[in-house]
């Protein structure tokens, strides 16, 4: 399992370098062709529309990977209440479209976001094959398919902006994009309905599959609590500064802890199905998520000054002031988003659920109070919500299957002990060097130095744990 595990891994990270790398520049490309109040405009519209797709993307086909036996008719039941519930959700963007429009006082919004909003029906259709394709382990097909959607959209998109479509072009992007995804979920998973589903076959798609969508609402709560309440109390420059620094702290995750999360499910959900008992293989990949998380986002905030100046100009200087806070509610994130793979794969959602909600309460109360002194203070309540939620939220995972918390919390051990001593290099470095070098030649060698001593910490003074950890790769 090891071995398939680091196989999907693999695949789905190079696929999501690639993709994040090509949408990052063709976003840069397009925003300075259509200009800032194009884009201001197709975000505002997209801001509901990605609301709508989310609620049908890995929510109710996410039993499709963790079921046990999975029948013909199981797959037809939830195709059929995807292809209605997208109907639902359709109907309601095109309801939002006018009322918005009037609310931002921006006509334009309406007609976007009805072009727009077949991505949810898109993402619908290919929705029940891609499952099949995470249940059967094929990420390599997965990772294809999500490659081709971003190259073949950000071409389209390119192309008619540079065409002086303006705002027209990223709805075609997005447009290109996700058709090409389900286009080719459909052909690899060598899928179709076969049959209309009756009242009886419906109920199958109870259980899982509402409760993750419940979750998955949350979640977007949890996210954007920090952006509402600083757009209410501080204004637009504070949401920037927070945009700007949370988007990098997001292609860190999407880079590096993503992979793991997608895989994990269904490795997790495999040797369920065979009789395999999946904790200790959880509490490996807890130790890699935190090992590899913990490492990047304590180099991410130790850089951040200079990072951000160097990468986008002294302008979003103040940005580095919230990016050490933000990368610690991340590097939470990292460890929660496993504990949600692990108990999607056994199908145990419930107390993870109640914990979710728990923090996200906490989240809207706690961050909305200090919005109201910035962006730091907003960003570091946000890190503060992470750390309380992680003990609520990891007492629900380790409970269905009683897994200990003294094995849990033992797994974190190694890698906060590695991530500190890779700090202390750092800021010593930085003690002595930073001002005395130009900032690119100073960021450089302290990614560089944190690098080379977070592997000499692992392999040198942790050999047994370096050993394990290579056990993935071999």
Partial sequence: ???????????????????QL????????????IGTEALGIVSMAFAFLFLGEMMVRETITEGIVAETELTETRLNATFAVLALFSLAIVAALVAVAFVSARIYGQPLVTPLLLASSPTVLMIAAGAVPAALLRRRMEFRALAVRATLGVVCGGLVGLTLAYAGYGAWALVWQRLVQVGVNAVFAITAARW??????GRADLALVRGLGPRVAALRALTLILTQTPT????IFAGPAAVGLFAFAARLAEIVQFMVARPIKVVAQSSIAAMRREGQPADGFFLDLVELA?????ATFTGLALVADPAVTVLVGPAWAPASALLPWVCAAFAVTCITQLQEAYLLAIDRLDGFLRATLAETLLGVVLIGACATQGAVAASAAMALRALI???????????PEGIAPARFYRALVAPIAAAAG??????????????GLPDPLYLATAIGIGIAGYAAIVLLAMPRLGRRLLGFVR
């Avoid at 090509?22 to 062709?33: E, M, Q």
């Avoid at 509402?228 to 757009?231: I, Q, R």
């Avoid at 935190?290 to 913990?294: N, S, T, V």
């Fill in 422 to 435: 890779m700090a202390a290099l750092v800021v010593l470095w930085r003690w002595t060097m930073l001002g």
């Fill in 192 to 197: 179709r309905p076969t049959a209309l589903p």
């Fill in 1 to 19: 399992m090891k071995r398939q595990f680091s196989v999907g891994v693999a695949w789905t990270a190079l696929s999501s370098w690639l993709e």
């Fill in 228 to 231: 509402v309440a600083l757009g």
């Fill in 290 to 294: 935190a090992m590899l998380g913990l």
């Fill in 22 to 33: 090509f949408s990052v520049l063709t976003f840069l490309l397009i925003s300075r062709l």
């Fill in 389 to 399: 939620g992680l003990p609520l939220r990891s007492r629900a995972a380790l409970a």
